[in-house]
């Protein structure tokens, strides 16, 4: 898996005449390597040149970790007493003047050390290399994003039937059931977790607070977090919105829901491989502006999920590269007035060969919830 990832990202290196690749903290490197950096001040760093076998530099009180990368990288443990940032520069050579490309996730302490240190290298961002490669799931990447979807589903289904009481309790008591739940079905951590109450759920990312759920009243849930690795690859991520009312909802709300049901289905729909991504975010959008919502609607249709919540391809207005088989993205339209409620429907969908591929299942039904 690995051997065939640092192949592919050469190949783009190549074709955008890039010398070598430097990768800290962030997802790019377990991602590629395995391996997940400790972000603190001891620098670790993948030294990935267009050719020759790529060295990691890291913590020599780590290298024992990591031992078992030795078949894609070599490793060069440095001491407390020696300089990370020149062994970077060493291990790059005649490419300390070359075009470099470095982690989106690199601290900046370490970027300002390695441009000092290089004052004649050209440098740019490594998403330029390995978003693209990243957003292009396997059949195994997609496999794992469906394991966690389900998971979260699980969740979902339990709030959905009342097993997790909500009326007097307040969001973050519910908050603390629901990330509970997420440990228990599969992650290794928690991402995030919004319960959104009431008026709470006209802001899209409400801060999980003290409010107590009330009846009559709409609650918005979004949640996800990251599964745990199996055979040394990267956890994946999982992220689901449900809505649930306690108690019967006003016709008004109602009628927004059905139409969010249907701009939410029309999102999915239009997700095929070729199709823009923008085309995609317009025609979830167009649903809920012809439903006299469309103003309401504040956000991107969708973001790109993998070993990163959120990461490439991202449907909103003005990204008119197509989908490609094995994206995989969330499709969530919603709606916010202020003050009063607001609403959101999610799902994970893989672009395929054969048609969109929802990862969320439960159910789209606004849930009736009496305790």
Not at 124 to 152: C, F, H, P, T, Y
Not at 316 to 322: A, E, K, L, M, Y
Request: contains cysteine; proline residues 5%.
């Amino acid at each position: 898996m690995f051997t065939e990832r640092l192949a592919r990202t050469r190949d783009a290196m190549h074709m955008q005449g890039i010398d070598a690749l430097l990768l800290s903290v962030g997802p790019d490197l377990p991602w590629l390597t395995g391996f997940a950096a400790m972000a603190m001040e001891r620098l670790s760093m993948l030294v990935l040149p267009a050719e020759g076998r790529p060295q990691l530099i890291l913590p020599a009180f780590e290298a024992d970790l990591v031992h078992d990368r030795e078949a894609v990288m070599d490793l060069v443990p440095w001491a407390e007493t020696e300089d990370p940032i020149a062994l970077v520069s060493r291990s790059l050579g005649a490419h300390r003047a070359g075009n470099l490309a470095i982690g989106d996730h690199t601290w900046s302490r370490f970027l300002v050390a390695l441009q000092a240190e290089m004052p004649d290298a050209r440098w740019q961002q490594a998403s330029n290399v390995i978003s693209s490669l990243r957003a292009q799931k396997d059949a195994a990447e997609i496999e794992a994003l469906a394991r966690a979807g389900a998971g979260v589903d699980r969740i979902a289904a339990e709030l959905q039937t009342g097993e997790i009481p909500l009326i007097g309790r307040s969001e973050l008591a519910i908050a603390a059931d629901i990330e509970a739940r997420i440990l228990a079905n599969g992650h290794r951590k928690v991402n995030f977790c919004i319960v959104a109450s009431g008026p709470n759920s006209s802001s899209p990312h409400h801060h999980t607070g003290d409010r107590v759920v009330q009846s009559g009243e709409p609650i918005l849930f979004d949640f996800g977090g990251t599964t745990a690795e199996v055979d040394d690859a990267p956890g994946y991520c999982s992220d689901t919105s449900r809505m649930i009312f306690t108690g019967e909802p006003p016709v008004e709300f109602a009628e927004a829901y059905s139409a969010l049901q249907a701009a939410q289905e029309a999102g999915v729909r239009a997700a095929t491989v070729g199709t823009a991504a923008e085309l995609v975010d317009s025609a979830a959008r167009t649903v809920l502006t012809e439903a006299g919502l469309g103003q309401y609607f504040t956000h991107r249709l969708g973001h790109g999920i993998g070993v990163e919540a959120h990461e490439d391809p991202y449907l909103v207005g003005g990204n008119d590269r197509p989908l490609a088989a094995g994206n995989a993205f969330s499709v969530e339209p919603g709606f916010y007035i202020a003050g009063k409620w607001g609403a959101r429907i999610e799902d994970i969908v893989v672009a395929t060969d054969e048609g969109p591929r929802r990862l969320n299942n439960s159910s789209h039904e606004l849930a009736i919830v009496e305790a």
